[in-house]
């Protein structure tokens, strides 16, 4: 088992920043690939980035250029620096952990709420 921690949710106003953070333990030695997923009220839960052991990258078109993951091995942590904050960005973000076993499992946090005022 993995257990994932979220942290650095909370308010902002448009065009500001946030910082998220994820610390993986349990089993963390199984993880492969970290990232942050979101979900607004009514929405689906969508891909927001995701990052390799390697720091290989991989981002959604409505993030690019904006948020930054990045991963921490020695500390099991992940995170997503938010700049250029919009009010669309508003949601529960979630921190999502793919493991290297075979079947891969897939670990979920329990979710940071971001809001964004316009």
């Known amino acids: 088992q993995v257990q994932l921690e979220e942290a650095g949710g909370g308010w902002v106003q448009a065009g500001g920043s946030l910082r998220l953070s994820c610390v993986a333990s349990g089993n963390s030695f199984s993880v492969n690939v970290m990232g942050w997923y979101r979900q607004a009220p009514g929405e689906q839960r969508e891909f927001v980035a995701q990052?390799?052991?390697?720091?290989?990258?991989n981002y959604a078109d409505s993030v690019k250029g904006r948020f930054t993951i990045s991963r921490d091995n020695a500390l099991n942590t992940v995170y997503l620096q938010m700049n250029s904050l919009k009010p669309e960005d508003t949601a529960v973000y979630y921190c999502?952990?793919?493991?290297?076993?075979?079947?891969?499992?897939?670990?979920w946090g329990q979710g940071t709420q971001v809001t964004v005022s316009s």
């Open positions: 999502n952990a793919k493991t290297f076993t075979r079947p891969q499992r897939e670990y």
């Open positions: 990052v390799t052991p390697g720091s290989s990258t």
